[in-house]
């Protein structure tokens, strides 16, 4: 190894559910892309900040060995951190405040600039990294996670993008829905894994599907979670799984062609942890594709909670300067 191909730049992402920690070189070569998934106690449907805040700070401490013995040959040249939920005034959250706090502490000790970033950019620029879209200045992504269902035009503005909600959910998330079926079903939180294999082992086709209420690319959730009370006891899990992920799917369908139609575009990247479903990436794409809308997912690692889209937009904001 060489001293000009050593200089490393670390992202950071300390989110609702999940520690993360990624370095990247300056060619974007992925070195390290290590996560804990924080611990949730059983029958529960998530995690207080405080709560999440204090296992953030333990397994900062776990991570640091990890980082020290797989960069020890490294020069951290730059770090950045995301430092609240999303690119906009009074977005805030404490559990960013962990990973900001670390970074700015490993910046000092290194002597490297500090970058911040949100993250929801993290989750952009993590999904373009795999996806190689026609038109990477302008386009729509879907946030699809835990607490999140946001549809946004994106706009590519040097080392930053211009963000604006176009569509999306106007109560629940899908990660929501996902998780609370799950939990009903008596899986271990998160949910999502089990729910999609679930129903990528059903083969009953679905006769009635739960109704969906779709305007103008904005979708209301909770009524699909009142209906899916109302027949839990009548099917089996893999079914009940099946057919919340299809209702699920077509709210975004008919969402995602609204939209398209209102923006004229064609190209859609999808990131977040409901995005690793492959019952929804399988179901989606199809329809979409019958518009002629192309959708983008991106592989599990990086649709998930991680930190490579942070050591990223770090190395983009270096280059920048």
Known sequence: MTQGNNNIILGFDTSCYTTSIAAITLNKEIIL????????????????????????????????????????????VGICASTKPR???????????????????????????????????????????????????????????????????????????????????????????????????????????YIDENALRCKEKIQNGLKTSVREGYMNLSGIENQMNKIINDYDKEYLSKILLDTLVRSMYKSLTYICEKYDLREVLFGGGVSASKYIKKELSEKLKREGIKAYFTDREYATDNGVGCAIIGLNQMKNY
């Open 87 to 193: 690119p906009v005034d009074n977005s805030y959250m404490p559990v960013f405040s962990v990973g900001y706090n670390f970074a700015k502490l490993l910046s000092s000790a290194n002597s490297c600039p500090f970058y911040e970033t949100t993250h929801q950019e993290n989750h952009i620029e993590s999904s373009l990294f795999n996806n190689d879209l026609e038109n990477k200045e302008r386009f729509l992504a879907v946030h699809m996670s835990g607490g999140t269902t946001e549809i946004l035009l994106v706009e590519k503005k040097n080392a930053s993008y211009n963000i604006e909600i176009v569509g999306g959910s106007l109560d629940v998330s899908f990660g929501q829905l996902v998780d609370r079926l799950g939990v009903k079903l008596n899986y271990n939180f998160p949910c999502g894994k």
């Open 33 to 76: 892309n290590e996560k804990i998934i924080l611990k949730v106690k059983k029958d529960n449907k998530g995690l207080r900040q405080s709560e999440a805040v204090f296992q953030h700070v333990n397994n900062m401490g776990e991570m640091s060995q990890v980082i020290n013995n797989k960069l020890k040959n490294y020069n951290i």
